[in-house]
Every structure is written in C-alpha cells, then in structure tokens.
C-alpha cells in the first residue's frame, strides 16, 4: 500500500473504510497505518489540486476531503506518548499547515519576483476583495434582493478567477520549500518551552471531546491528553468572550454591564479560570 500514495480521493476514502474495519476488529495497529495512509493520500492530492484553484476554494476542499486524522486520534489512549501520538501528531502538523504554507510562499514569491501580469492580477484581486468586502457591509440597497446575491455572486466568481490566474503565475511556489512536521516543530523549540495542539473532532459536533498534544520540554516524548467535551468547552468559551466583549449576561439572559472595571475584571477572570479548567 506505501506504494500508492500518489493515488487519488478514491484509494484515500477505500483505506479508510478499511481502517475502520481493522479498528472494529481489535486490530489498532493496522488501523492507524491505514487511517494515516489515508491522510498522506488525501492531503498529496489536495496539494496538487492548489496550482488551479483559488484560495477559497482550496479551502472547501481541504475541508470536504477524506480526513484519516479523526479516527487516527480515537485509537489514542488517555495520557499516551511515544511513537504513535508523534506519528499522529506529525501528520496532524503537516496537514494543518499545507494550504496556508503554499499559498503564503505563493504571495511571498508573487511579491518578490513581480512582473507586469502578476502585478495586475494581484492589484484585480485586491480590488475585487474590497468590492465584495463594501457589498457584504452594506447589505441589499436599490436593487432587488435577487439582484444583490448575485452581484456577491459574480464578485465572488471574478475574485476565484483571479486567484486561479495567481496560483498559476506561481506553481514554482508550492515546491519552494518542503512539508513542516512534528520532528521540525520540536527542533526548532526553545529549552525553555514547551509546545502544545489541540485537535477537535472532524464532523465538529457536540457529542466528541476535544484533545491536545503536548511536548513538555525539547527532546521529551509527546503526550496525548483527551479533554472535556466539545460542548462543555465551546459554551465556557462563548461566556468567557460574552464577559470580554458585553460584560456578560444574568439568569434571564438580559445582557448585565458591571458597575466599573475592577468588577469587570473579576468577572472575565472567572469566566477565564473556567476556560484554563477544561483545557
């Protein structure tokens, strides 16, 4: 199977139906081989979709592709290190940073070499953005409501177009450098810090829990620690913003502002004690 990880969504979706199987089999260790196979598939085959697609649309579909990091996590016991969480971790870190890294070495190189077509695409884009950016604040105006969805929708449409003409204007950009994992990230940590990532379940429902790697210290093992629930954690989050941005709500739901800062302070402490409890 090493040999087929230039295959496509295809190969990518089979091996993780597979994993599956080898993981309601009792059989772990071939189930993360398989799910991890997976991963390295799908995310090859998105990498080299980027050349032709806009940012955007990279982005949906890094986010409707074959995902093997989900189960990959799931067969992690509690407080776990070694090789398995590094494995994990490793191609957690370099899906994570796929897209972001090509397109950003695509703007670097597109601003360092410009030329006078790349200038004029990126000077489009721009322009394009900030249409959209004007339309989306102001809402329908003198046109009918049909009418203003699709001029978002034709700016939206010339924006990918432009961004299509810039990936190939820099398809040089996405083998400038090469793919940050694990081993790269511990290399690179200060003697005194410690490294830490959360993972959330794929489908980002309620019902799972949250987990984090961690790297204690430069040339420690890394552990795996799995968290309270999504919803436990999203909820004390949203009342720790509510505190910081409105000062917080009461029972009725009515939004409560404090009588002057020190209360203020206090309430977004606790409300922050509660965030630093779960994770």
């Known amino acids: ?33 398989d799910a991890l196979l997976a991963e390295r598939i799908g995310r090859r085959h998105l990498q080299a979709t980027l050349p032709v697609l806009s940012e955007q649309l990279a982005l949906q579909f890094a986010d409707s592709r074959v995902d093997g990091l989900d189960l990959a996590v799931g067969l992690l016991d509690e ?33 360092a070499d410009c030329d006078l077509v790349a200038a004029a695409w990126i000077d489009s884009a721009r322009v394009i953005r900030e249409q959209i950016a004007h339309l989306t604040l102001r809402g329908p105006g003198w046109e009918e409501v049909g009418d203003y969805r ?33 081993a790269e990230l511990a290399a690179g940590l200060p003697a005194d810090a410690a490294l830490v990532a959360y993972v959330s379940p794929a489908d980002a429902d309620t019902s799972g829990n949250y987990g984090v790697f961690v790297l204690p210290e430069a040339g420690a093992d890394p552990v795996f ?34 009588r002057d800062e020190n209360e203020r302070l206090a309430a977004c402490r606790t409300a922050g004690e509660q965030v630093h409890h779960l994770i």
Request: hydrophobic share 45%.
């Open 79 to 111: 407080d776990e290190s070694g090789s398995r969480v590094r494995r994990i971790w490793d191609q957690t870190t370099r899906s994570r940073a796929g897209i972001l890294d090509q397109f950003a070495a695509r703007n670097r190189r597109l601003h």
């Open 225 to 258: 620690r799995r968290l309270a629930s999504v919803a436990r954690v999203d909820a004390a989050v949203a009342a720790w913003r509510e505190q910081l941005v409105l000062g917080g709500a009461d029972a009725r739901g009515f939004i409560t502002v404090p």
């Open 150 to 182: 699709g001029m978002l929708v034709d700016a939206e449409r010339r924006l990918h177009a432009v961004d299509r003409e810039l990936s190939r204007c820099s398809n040089e950009a996405s083998s400038s450098r090469g793919e940050v994992g694990f």
């Open 1 to 33: 199977l090493t040999t087929l990880t230039v295959a496509g969504p295809m190969m990518a979706a089979a091996l993780l139906i597979g994993a599956e199987a080898q993981r309601d089999l009792g059989r772990p260790a071939e189930a993360l081989d």
